[in-house]
């Protein structure tokens, strides 16, 4: 149980498109997911908090016109990237919980998103 | 504000043989929990164990038990019997009142054969 799909794993696009990832609970409802950003060889930094129906919470420092946020169901979260340029090239990584807040938050496999 | 710590940016262990990872922490919040997660070179990151700060035993996942240390501030991970699939990455998280998770830099260790 609590299995979380995200899609796609990997993305290499020119600079200027827009990227949508998507993170799916498939076995359960989640009502929170987590976005997370990974540099090489560099820890998870969360990004922002996806409630459904709601809009996200962001983290300070993340541009949220530039990672857009859309939690439209129990089961599914999507990051946006727009515009994307180099330097937004890195993991992405998203999670979700089960259950009650101080559950483990179950991850993804993450997207491997290159801008050339 | 929280703070999770690894100092130990890599570690080797021989094959069959125990290693600790270590993890200290600093928070305010007298209510928190403490997450280890294995990440392997593919990049998913596994969840392996939880410790509760109200929790009075330490806990323990198959061959995976977690040192926990109130006073100290310390949850360390120990990994007993290590076979050659535990080289990855170790993450210890810290979450507190805000729900969120912190993540620490990472271990990566090395399982020799």
């Known amino acids: 149980g609590a299995v979380v799909s995200q899609h796609p794993s990997r993305v290499i696009c020119k600079s200027g498109t827009s990227v949508k990832i998507e993170c799916r609970s498939l076995?359960?409802?989640?009502?929170?997911m987590f976005w997370y950003r990974q540099f090489p060889k560099q820890s998870l930094m969360l990004m922002a908090t996806?409630?459904?129906?709601?809009?996200?919470?962001?983290e300070q420092g993340v541009e949220k016109d530039k990672f857009l946020i859309n939690h439209a169901s129990l089961t599914l979260s999507t990051l946006t990237v727009t515009s994307a340029h180099p330097e937004d090239s890195s993991f992405y990584i998203c999670?979700?919980?089960?259950?009650?807040?101080?559950?483990?938050?179950?991850f993804g496999d993450g997207t491997r998103l290159s801008i050339l | 504000a929280q703070k999770i710590t690894q100092t130990q940016p890599g570690m080797f262990v021989q094959e069959k043989e125990a290693v600790t990872l270590d993890c200290t922490y600093d928070?305010?919040?007298?209510?928190?929990?403490l997450f280890w997660y294995k990440q392997p070179s593919s990049g998913e990151m596994i969840f392996l164990i939880y410790?509760?700060?109200?929790?009075?035993q330490n806990a323990t996942e198959g061959r995976y038990s977690l040192n926990f240390q109130k006073a100290r501030k310390s949850a360390n991970l120990v990994i007993s019997a290590s076979q050659l699939g535990d080289s990855a990455m170790y993450f210890c998280?810290?979450?507190?009142?805000?729900?969120?998770?912190?993540f620490g830099s990472g271990t990566r260790l090395l399982v020799r054969p």
């Open positions: 999670s979700a919980r089960v259950g009650s807040p101080n559950q483990p938050q179950h």
């Open positions: 076995d359960f409802q989640a009502t929170t």
């Open positions: 996806s409630n459904e129906g709601s809009k996200a919470t962001y």
């Open positions: 928070t305010s919040d007298p209510s928190y929990g």
């Open positions: 410790q509760g700060s109200y929790d009075q």
């Open positions: 998280a810290l979450m507190d009142s805000s729900y969120k998770l912190i």
